[in-house]
């Protein structure tokens, strides 16, 4: 009996760790992968920390790291789009136009610089926190708070969807989360509302969340 198909994702910090546990794994091991998975190193001059991209030369060697394992089937990411190092590859000459285009840039440029078949990067548009907004109904149920999911639904109406929420410094979705649930737990409450909310339903609403989840289906 063959080896079962090894898909590891490198994460940005604890709420991605979150839901791949919690939400993402289940499905992936249904199509047939054993997933692992791992947060960032975040390097000082004396110890290592866990959590938060904060330069290209520092990632690329990490995903040098994992691709030196024979065992290693693919290797995925889910680090955001918002706040991405300037120096990654891709970043300095991305496209002017629609934000899909060029977040899917950026992906192409970082796979180019590995130049490894099982390296598929991805990159949330805009954030994680864009999940959460699809999420809405679920956040605002576990909040008690049903006006937040009107403030969301008219955010992702005026943008087009989750993913468009945009990358504002004051604006991104993080930061509106922050306005509209006082006290939010990034590292509690958006997993837990993604949970509720399902894969299919987040595929539903976040179009380039499922093209990596179809890619990555397509692979096993």
Same mark, same amino acid.
């Not at 922050?178 to 990034?186: D, E, H, I, L």
């Given at each position: 009996m063959p080896d079962q198909k090894r898909l590891h994702l490198l994460v940005e910090g604890q709420t991605e760790a979150t839901v791949v546990r919690d939400v993402l794994s289940d499905h992936l091991q249904r199509q047939g992968w054993l997933v692992t998975y791992s947060t960032v190193r975040t390097h000082t001059s004396s110890m290592t920390y866990r959590g938060g991209v904060s330069s290209w030369p520092k990632l690329h060697r990490e995903i040098k790291e994992l691709l030196a394992s024979p065992r290693l089937t693919m290797l995925t990411t889910l680090f955001d789009y918002y706040g991405f190092p300037a120096d990654a590859p891709g970043m300095a000459t991305r496209p002017a136009g629609a934000a899909t285009a060029k977040v899917e840039y950026v992906e192409e440029a970082l796979k180019a610089a590995i130049g490894d078949h099982r390296f598929v990067p991805h990159l949330v548009q805009h954030e994680l926190e864009s999940w959460v907004f699809a999420a809405g109904d679920q956040l605002a149920d576990l909040r008690d708070d049903p006006a937040v999911a009107e403030r969301i639904k008219q955010d992702c109406a005026e943008a087009g969807g989750p993913e468009l929420?945009?990358?504002?410094?004051?604006? $991104?979705?993080?930061?509106?989360? $922050?306005?509209?649930?006082?006290?939010?737990?990034?590292?509690?409450?958006?997993?837990?509302?993604?949970a509720d909310l399902g894969i299919e339903g987040l595929a539903a609403q976040c179009p380039h969340f499922a093209a990596w989840l179809a890619e990555l289906g397509s692979r096993v």
């Open positions: 929420v945009n990358d504002d410094p004051k604006n $991104a979705p993080s930061k509106r989360l $922050a306005r509209y649930c006082p006290g939010y737990v990034k590292t509690l409450e958006g997993p837990l509302a993604i």
